[in-house]
């Protein structure tokens, strides 16, 4: 059965950083996309930063660009966020989704994603 659990979250003060990880079972994350995102209280789940099959192909929201970074370590089945430069707008529940490579990493819709976890908080407050 596959699964995906993420980790990582918690609560940091603006301007720090958090590392969340996303990790798979019952599936090999080398042969999937995957997807972060996030949703805030009251507000629509969002597409964070998608990863494709190198660290190089890769899409980030503009609200995140230059502050997260989304890589994979294949031999470890995980997929990682580093988050820095953390804002209180990015206080939300982080979730992880896996799809196939044929999707394009800028094609940001949710229903393509058939794998997802249950998701880590982030808070970011002062």
């Known amino acids: 059965q596959a699964q995906l659990v993420e980790s990582g979250g918690g609560s940091v003060q603006p301007g720090g950083s958090l590392r969340l990880s996303c990790v798979a079972s019952?599936?090999?994350?080398?042969?999937?996309?995957i997807g972060w995102f996030r949703q805030a209280p009251g507000k629509e789940r969002e597409g964070v930063s998608t990863?494709?099959?190198?660290?190089?192909?890769?899409y980030y929201s503009e609200s995140v660009k230059g502050r997260f970074t989304i890589s994979r370590d294949n031999a470890k089945n995980t997929v990682y966020l580093q988050m820095s430069s953390l804002k209180p707008e990015d206080t939300a529940v982080y979730s992880c989704?896996?799809?196939?490579?044929?999707?394009?990493?800028?094609?940001?819709?949710?229903?393509?994603?058939?794998?997802w976890g249950q998701g880590t908080q982030v808070t970011v407050s002062s």
């Open positions: 989704a896996a799809r196939g490579f044929y999707y394009n990493i800028y094609d940001h819709d949710q229903q393509s994603y058939p794998f």
């Open positions: 019952g599936l090999s994350l080398e042969y999937y996309s």
């Open positions: 990863i494709g099959d190198t660290d190089d192909n890769s």
